[in-house]
């Protein structure tokens, strides 16, 4: 077995896990989402998310993905794990959810946004299908007034 699937529980109610999932964006991401964000977010029409627990001893959330579905497209709007949980597929096992729920909501192409030099989420996303089509410049500010392009990327389902 391998060890991403040694724990994986994915729960489709990321409502339940909030005050974690902000926990973890705050430790990952310079610019981070609330809790009132997150659950803001979720009350959108369209919006949805899910989380991955890892069930040893108290489940406690190992990463979540956050996105949402618009007419003919979809959105990811956050993915997140865990620094401890990382290399192990979870990544993959979010966005691979995200992308199946995308499809079934009948959307015609799935988009996100990665900061430039992310390589590890960048090489996940080209796995997974998606392509670069678009830059917005100096679009993600630091802590440190730096900035970062990102890059747009797509997985279109009908070719």
Same mark, same amino acid.
């Given at each position: ?32 989402? !609330? ?5 803001? =977010?979720?009350?959108?029409? &369209?919006?949805?998310? %899910?989380?991955? /627990?890892?069930? @040893? ?47 079934? !909501? ?5 988009? =996100?946004?990665?900061?430039? &030099?992310?390589?590890? %989420?960048?090489? /996940?996303?080209? @796995? ?32």
């Amino acid at each position: 077995m391998t060890e991403s699937r040694r724990f994986m529980v994915l729960d489709q109610d990321l409502q339940r896990y909030l005050d974690e999932a902000a926990g973890l964006h705050g430790a990952l991401f310079e610019r981070p989402w !609330s809790r009132t964000a997150l659950e803001d =977010l979720l009350a959108t029409p &369209g919006t949805a998310g %899910a989380a991955m /627990l890892d069930p @040893d001893g108290e489940p406690r959330l190992a990463g979540f993905v956050l996105f949402r579905s618009l007419g003919d497209f979809a959105e990811i709007l956050t993915v997140a794990v865990a620094p401890d949980h990382r290399r192990r597929g979870l990544g993959r096992l979010l966005m691979r959810h995200a992308v199946q729920m995308a499809r079934e !909501s009948g959307a015609e192409r799935l988009l =996100l946004e990665v900061q430039d &030099g992310n390589l590890p %989420a960048i090489r /996940l996303y080209e @796995d997974l299908g998606m392509e670069a089509f678009d830059r917005r410049r100096n679009y993600y500010k630091s802590g440190n007034g730096g900035h970062a392009d990102a890059i747009m990327m797509q997985l279109s389902f009908h070719d």
